[in-house]
């Protein structure tokens, strides 16, 4: 089975400017986390989806939004970078039991360069 | 949001010594699972335990879920230097939907 894809690996941005990134998970999960990962802060949950709705949310501003697509492949955009979204985007991708998951498998990360 | 306090920060050892470290959280929680991450690399998961009292062994990994759902182990036997990189606990509490992490254990091993 395939793992978890995220493109583009890297990516470098200007302050102001919006991003896109790409996460497609295991085949058969459903659900789609993203983590922002930074040595200061270390793996902070942005949000989870799924079946195409955001089903929680941790403490980011509105600037940071996903979405899911049918084939349970993820979008998240930033939009009117700044600095400190210097990061490593990771997505996750789960089976679930009700509300909950099982394991969680990770991608390989995305990682955004804001100058 | 949860807390989970992971010990030790680091780690120096010496190759063929065994590491142990560990997870505590201030909730109970239904799921624990161990990653590894490699520099610029995402975590990969290691072992999953779903059971107050589990131990499960993925090669010369073992963890275990704690008995008060509280906290959790994981042992590393005979380190080798591939053994080198950062290890994170995290954990499903029985309130919630979402994984909450630990701050890692970097881990050296000195050949």
């Known amino acids: 089975k395939a793992g978890v894809t995220q493109t583009p690996r890297y990516l470098i941005k200007t302050r102001g400017q919006q991003v896109t990134l790409s996460c497609s998970p295991i085949?058969?999960?459903?659900?789609v986390s993203w983590y922002q990962q930074t040595p200061g802060q270390g793996l902070q949950f942005l949000f989870e989806y799924f079946s195409e709705t955001q089903r929680n949310k941790g403490n980011f501003p509105g600037r940071f939004s996903g979405r899911q697509f049918s084939n349970s492949r993820s979008e998240m955009n930033v939009s009117t970078l700044e600095l400190g979204d210097s990061a490593l985007y990771l997505c996750?991708?789960?089976?679930?039991?009700?509300?909950?998951?099982?394991?969680?498998?990770f991608g390989p990360g995305t990682r955004l360069t804001v100058t | 949001g949860q807390q989970l306090n992971q010990s030790p920060q680091s780690m120096f050892i010496q190759e063929g010594e065994d590491v142990s470290m560990n997870c505590t959280s201030s909730?109970?929680?239904?799921?624990w699972l161990w990653y590894k991450q490699d520099p610029g690399e995402g975590p990969v998961l290691l072992i999953a335990?779903?059971?107050?009292?589990e131990l499960t062994s993925n090669g010369r990994l073992t963890a275990q879920f704690g008995i008060t759902r509280k906290d959790s182990f994981l042992n590393i036997s005979a380190s080798i230097p591939s053994d080198v990189g950062i290890y994170f606990c995290?954990?499903?509490?029985?309130?919630?939907?979402?994984?909450?992490f630990g701050t890692g254990t970097s881990l050296t091993v000195i050949p």
């Open positions: 085949s058969g999960h459903r659900s």
């Open positions: 909730s109970i929680f239904n799921t």
């Open positions: 335990l779903y059971k107050a009292g």
């Open positions: 995290a954990g499903q509490p029985d309130t919630g939907n979402q994984f909450y």
């Open positions: 996750a991708s789960s089976r679930t039991r009700g509300l909950a998951h099982y394991e969680q498998y």
